[in-house]
């Protein structure tokens, strides 16, 4: 039990043996401090559980509150048990019983505060998770398509510039081809915008999962799709994956929208600009990519290189 308490309470301090806390010597208790740090209300100075002690509550985790608090009601147990002992004829002083029983009540008042601080915490802690998500929510439905969850031509500029750096960087090539749906506004008219919509929505399926992890495949616009090719080794695998892309686009579609079932026919031009030899930014690659579109779109040709 305790043996070691020193009466001199001039200095206002007292030890407890290994047991409690592992012989950390603790300063009395200012039940009015509780907010601003455990245990406080003594000098400081370079004890090693200055860190606990005096730590302030509102920087420290949850979990470690919860620690402090279970280590504070174990200490009150001892206490509470020494006090105990001390009343039962164990040759203590009066001084040292009294203090016995006041650190016991300072200690409830920790013990309270460290309660409610740790609801408080836990409180905030979901708040924020919450706040978290919501802005996260909010940041991704900025940059992504609504319609069919790719990224948008905001995502995609920037993907295309960071590729553009690192392929600086490293010399290499990279590719951009703007997919055009044909013939997309008959499809819409025949079988209305619901299952146009839905038709998109497919559409956008089939190119992401011909997407490389490297890569990135954006809604543009309407039914216009951006596809961003990284780490190109040679120009002639370009031609292999377009041709992979029309392929799948071109895939038999049934698509369910409503009262209506519509299975139409859908096929594609793509354009291709490939980095530096037909531009050295964004916008000069985009544009070189949407002209021979148009160029591959008139030759009937599925795809086509910018000159």
């Not at 790719?150 to 081809?177: C, E, S, W, Y």
């Not at 000069?284 to 795809?303: E, Q, T």
Request: charged share 20%.
């Amino acid at each position: 039990m305790v043996k070691n308490l020193s009466p001199d309470f001039g200095h206002q301090r007292f030890s407890l043996p290994g047991e409690l806390f592992g012989g950390f010597s603790f300063w009395p208790i200012d039940a009015s401090k509780c907010a601003d740090g455990l245990f406080s209300g003594g000098r400081r100075g370079s004890r090693p559980h200055d860190t606990l002690l005096h730590h302030p509550l509102k920087s420290v985790p949850g979990n470690f509150l919860t620690e402090v608090l279970a280590q504070s009601e174990h200490i009150q147990k001892l206490i509470e048990q020494s006090a105990a002992e001390a009343g039962n004829g164990i040759d203590v002083n009066e001084a040292v019983k009294k203090q016995l029983l006041d650190a016991s009540n300072k200690l409830t008042t920790v013990i309270q505060s460290l309660r409610i601080e740790i609801r408080d915490r836990n409180m905030v802690d979901h708040e924020l998770a919450a706040a978290l998500e919501q802005g996260e929510a909010s940041r991704n439905a900025a940059l992504h398509d609504h319609l069919t969850g790719l990224p948008n031509r905001v995502l995609f500029t920037d993907r295309l510039q960071h590729g553009i750096a690192q392929a600086k960087r490293h010399q290499q090539i990279l590719a951009v081809m703007f997919v055009d749906l044909d013939n997309f506004k008959t499809i819409n008219d025949t079988y209305g915008h619901q299952a146009g919509d839905a038709i998109l929505q497919t559409v956008a399926t089939r190119l992401r999962q011909n997407t490389r992890d490297a890569d990135t495949v954006s809604r543009y616009g309407g039914d216009e799709f951006l596809y961003l090719l990284n780490q190109v080794r040679e120009e002639s695998h370009i031609a292999t994956i377009a041709a992979k892309i029309l392929k799948a686009i071109q895939a038999p579609c049934n698509v369910n929208a409503g009262d209506v079932i519509a299975n139409p026919c859908l096929k594609a031009s793509i354009g291709i600009s490939v980095f530096p030899r037909h531009g050295t930014t964004a916008s000069a690659l985009i544009r070189s990519a949407d002209a021979a579109m148009f160029a591959a779109k008139k030759n009937n040709s599925g795809y086509a290189f910018a000159p």
